[in-house]
T-cell receptor
Framework: DAGVTQSPTHLIKTRGQQVTLRCSPKSGHDTVSWYQQALGQGPQFIFQYYEEEERQRGNFPDRFSGHQFPNYSSELNVNALLLGDSALYLC????????????FGAGSRLTVL | DQQVKQNSPSLSVQEGRISILNCDYTNSMFDYFLWYKKYPAEGPTFLISISSIKDKNEDGRFTVFLNKSAKHLSLHIVPSQPGDSAVYFCAASWRNNDMRFGAGTRLTVKP
């Protein structure tokens, strides 16, 4: 049973570029949440998708956007990249938008030069 | 706005001894608390949780204690094993809103 899978695992971009990260939730899960983990810090909530809609959003600018597809997979898009966007981006899935226990993927490490 | 704090970035204990990881929070609205464990190159994995209506939850070698008046929770691992070496994150949420994480504590269990 595959858990949460994320792609790509690593990528390097330059300032001003745009990036798309992808996530497939664990089988049976219908909710996807995205987190940003900067070096030496804990994961910070970006947003959550359920039933193809953004249900909750953390304190992140509009440059961060997402999408959820009918098969529950999700994408995270970041526009106009800044150096400070360099981080590990974690996708987590769960059952229902109110679930407390999340299953995380291994993350996508983004480096912005 | 750091509502969940883990003030010890690292902890080292001897195999067989008790490991105690601490976490403090500031938002009294939090009603659910969790601990996640993270190995290198892997995502965090759920370890144990506790609801605010309880003050203790136990699962094998792992026990979480919640002190609501002090806004403090702790994770006890007894006995500690080398395989427990990882980064441990404390997390909290309320009314199923977004989960807030601490910065993590790196636990090293020495053989």
């Amino acid at each position: 049973d595959a858990g949460v899978t994320q792609s790509p695992t690593h990528l390097i971009k330059t300032r001003g570029q745009q990036v798309t990260l992808r996530c497939s939730p664990k089988s049976g899960h219908d909710t996807v949440s995205w987190y940003q983990q900067a070096l030496g810090q804990g994961p910070q909530f970006i947003f959550q998708y359920y039933e193809e809609e953004e249900r909750q959003r953390g304190n992140f600018p509009d440059r961060f956007s997402g999408h959820q597809f009918p098969n529950y997979s999700s994408e995270l898009n970041v526009n106009a990249l800044l150096l400070g966007d360099s981080a590990l981006y974690l996708c987590a899935s769960s059952v229902g938008s109110g679930a407390n226990v999340l299953t995380f993927g291994a993350g996508s490490r983004l480096t912005v030069l | 706005d750091q509502q969940v704090k883990q003030n010890s970035p690292s902890l080292s204990v001897q195999e067989g001894r008790i490991s105690i990881l601490n976490c403090d929070y500031t938002n009294s609205m939090f009603d659910y608390f969790l601990w996640y464990k993270k190995y290198p190159a892997e995502g965090p994995t759920f370890l144990i949780s506790i609801s605010s209506i309880k003050d203790k939850n136990e699962d094998g070698r792992f026990t979480v204690f919640l002190n609501k008046s002090a806004k403090h929770l702790s994770l006890h691992i007894v006995p500690s094993q080398p395989g427990d070496s990882a980064v441990y994150f404390c997390a909290a949420s309320w009314r199923n809103n977004d989960m807030r994480f601490g910065a993590g504590t790196r636990l090293t269990v020495k053989p």
